[in-house]
């Protein structure tokens, strides 16, 4: 007598095949037919994509980033982009950009198109793993639904129209916050991920502030030591870099532009100045403060998947600029709320669900970036235009608020 074929499935020792999974899929109409929606919207967006032909204007500034670093072209002043824009993230990032010089400019960007696709799944993936740690497998049917959409967040949307390094750096966070905890090289990623763009260095200061010591020491000798190879390549640029042009946030752009969606930002718009002077140092001192607090108490309340959000979310809050498309962020924020969906009230889920749906409102392109106009725009514009700052507001306080039960984390040292 023959018999069934076991159906595979995870357990706590042993993880299915790649094989098992993909039987797990087609013998479910429902979740085969999750991964065809997957499918069909990333063939649409594809195909809107090669149609409309998109600049992809940021990949190609890091190319030219990468071949002033190979043409020995000053690597901060005029690098023949697009519009004069000019190189702002430090010189290590050159050095990892001059891959892109390599191969034509084509081929380039139909490649980098491609590897954010695949970026945007390992996101998705690790911020499965994430929230599995302590609020429990998400339904099946979750993870390719949230890829089907994720497609159009607006964040990741942009991020794909761009060419940015965005879901780059977020899967490297993501990736090492799901290691094994005692993995020797955990933090390596992290600290490359600094050296590329600075703004994850506050996932040491989270680090640190949650006593997780050789995860961040580890971070930060390898940020040293991606800054020290870009000092022996290009000595002067790196130390200018470092000790002049990383204050310097007039080379970034427009900071009044409705789409910077920092603390700095709102404040530039609602003060209808750029020198905020005192204020605007208070103000994000306050909320870095403030940000980081509730990061370390939803960490040890809730869990890593809400003390790492919310310190990212905290960094995206008072960095200078924080451009719509650095809010990818709202992946593993989506991938959170879904599993955290699953143990609250019937409210709780739909005050979740309408929080998120601000990234697919779009608000952040209602109003064009224009110095002069940005600066006086009335105070009912000021409130559409800053979607992001206050749905970061909101995920701190529900990061530390009493809505939900609390999990206290495994020891991650």
Not at 111 to 137: D, M, P, W
Not at 277 to 304: F, K, M, P
């Amino acid at each position: 007598m023959t018999r069934a074929r076991p159906h595979p499935q995870a357990t706590s020792d042993t993880q299915p095949t790649v094989s098992g999974r993909i039987d797990a899929i087609w013998s479910n109409r429902r979740l085969r037919r999750a991964w065809l929606v997957c499918a069909a919207s990333a063939t649409l967006w594809l195909t809107l994509h090669f149609i409309t032909h998109p600049s992809m204007l940021d990949l190609s500034v890091y190319r030219n980033e990468g071949l002033a670093l190979r043409h020995g072209v000053a690597l901060y002043g005029p690098i023949g982009a697009q519009y004069g824009l000019q190189a702002t993230y430090p010189p290590f990032a050159a050095l990892c950009f001059t891959t892109l010089t390599l191969i034509p400019l084509g081929l380039c960007l139909a490649l980098v198109a491609a590897a954010n696709l695949i970026l945007l799944g390992l996101a998705v993936e690790f911020s499965r793993r994430l929230v599995a740690r302590r609020l429990g497998e998400l339904n099946a049917l979750g993870l390719p639904l949230v890829l089907a959409a994720g497609i159009w967040f607006e964040p990741v949307y942009a991020t794909l129209h761009f060419g940015q390094i965005n879901l780059l750096i977020l899967v490297l966070i993501l990736w090492e916050f799901t290691r094994p905890p005692h993995a020797r090289s955990r933090g390596v990623a992290l600290g490359l991920a600094t050296a590329l763009k600075i703004t994850p260095a506050l996932f040491i200061v989270y680090l640190l502030l949650t006593k997780r010591l050789r995860f961040a020491a580890t971070a930060l000798v390898t940020f040293g030591a991606a800054t020290l190879l870009s000092f022996a390549v290009r000595p002067h640029e790196t130390v200018r870099f470092w000790t002049s042009l990383v204050f310097d946030t007039t080379r970034v752009g427009n900071m009044a532009n409705p789409s910077n969606q920092s603390v700095r930002g709102v404040l530039v718009r609602a003060a209808h100045r750029f020198d905020l002077g005192a204020l605007g140092v208070v103000a994000i001192a306050i909320t870095a403060v403030v940000g980081l607090a509730c990061s370390v108490a939803a960490y040890r309340r809730r869990g890593e998947a809400w003390g790492l959000c919310a310190a990212a979310v905290t960094g995206l809050l008072v960095s200078p600029i924080s451009w719509s498309h650095h809010w990818v962020w709202c992946v593993p924020i989506a991938v959170l709320f879904l599993a955290s969906g699953r143990r609250a009230t019937t409210r709780v889920r739909y005050g979740l669900t309408a929080a998120f749906l601000v990234f697919f409102s779009y608000l952040v392109s209602v109003y064009p970036s224009d110095p002069t106009r940005n600066l006086h725009m009335s105070v009912g514009a000021q409130l559409i235009s800053m979607p992001y700052f206050l749905f970061g507001v909101l995920f701190l306080a529900l990061a530390v608020g009493r809505w939900g039960p609390y999990r206290p984390p495994v020891s991650t040292t």
